[in-house]
């Protein structure tokens, strides 16, 4: 259970690969740094080299960081204090199953800056967290992230987006429920030109990069579910209201890598049967491929 606490920890402080796994060496008995240094070596040494107990205290410095330990003495001893007060509620409160779920934040709207920076974050993750999946009818800030995604893919991140096929009868739907019900009565809303709209930035996405392997784009002829955004273990998910754009109604903030994943399994699952049942489309500017969207299905 320690662990397990620990890991949640890590994930919820937002500590880097490195600190997370200077963390995870403490045990449930250690009393001071030179058990940590020593727990940690015996992992490790075989890996990395013996760490030095210099190199431990500047990494146990930014680890005081992350945990708001900024001020005063015995850092170290507060910073186990803390860990065991916050081990013990963990663990005895009867009601802390949310918890050890993927659930992390609820958010009113989506927080846009909150997931550029994710983007940003993405080309220094391990090889395995280097994807990025979003799941749309049409991606009203997509043209915001450009420059990101373009980075991304050239720091050889997969990127995997699903949009509505505008001419599909979900997507006029869809266009007709927001145009009913948004509260201000946007009957300019026009769902086929807003997916037109993204697969341009796409397209001009594209342009930058040159054909790559990196970035794939499907359409979809299907009811979508929830609108997903996933950076790595950081996944953003959004419901479709009647009466507002998914990005604009609350957010669900997931850890994909949680020790009880009971709401990121099945989001990626249906993203996995979506995507399966989805057709590839190519908004390359060296074709019109605005005349084949149509015939697509």
Known sequence: MWEKFLIEICTQRRLTDIQKQ??????????????????????????????????????LTTIYNKFEITNGRNKF??????LRTQYEEWNNNENNCLLRTDLRNIY????????????????????????????????????????????????????????????????KLREDVLREYLPNNNTQLDIKYEVMSNLETLAGILDQVGETKFLKIKLYDTLPSLAIYRVG???????????????????????????????????????KLLWRVAREFFPSSSRNWRNDLEDLF
């Not at 045990?27 to 940690?40: A, D, G, I």
């Not at 001893?77 to 803390?82: C, D, I």
């Not at 009113?108 to 983007?119: A, G, M, S």
């Not at 009971?262 to 993203?271: A, E, G, S, V, Y």
């Open 233 to 271: 273990n950081y996944m953003i998910a959004g419901v479709f209201l009647h009466g507002a754009l998914a990005v604009d109604t609350f957010q669900f903030e997931l850890d994909v890598a949680a020790v009880n994943p009971i709401i990121t399994k099945p989001l990626q699952d249906n993203f």
């Open 22 to 59: 200077t963390l995870m060496c403490l045990t449930e008995s250690t009393r001071n740094k030179s058990e940590l240094l020593s727990s940690y070596n015996k992992i490790y040494f075989q890996e990395n080299g013996e760490l030095l107990d210099e190199t431990l205290t500047k990494r």
């Open 108 to 171: 009113p709207q989506f927080p846009i800056e909150r997931f550029r920076d994710e983007l940003e974050r993405v080309p220094f993750l391990r090889d395995e967290e280097k994807e990025i999946d979003i799941l749309q009818t049409f991606a009203p800030n997509l043209s915001y992230y450009q420059q990101q995604l373009i980075e991304c893919i050239n720091n050889n991140v997969n990127i995997r987006i699903l949009l509505a096929w505008p001419y599909s009868v979900a997507a």
């Open 77 to 82: 001893r507060r910073l186990l204090e803390l």
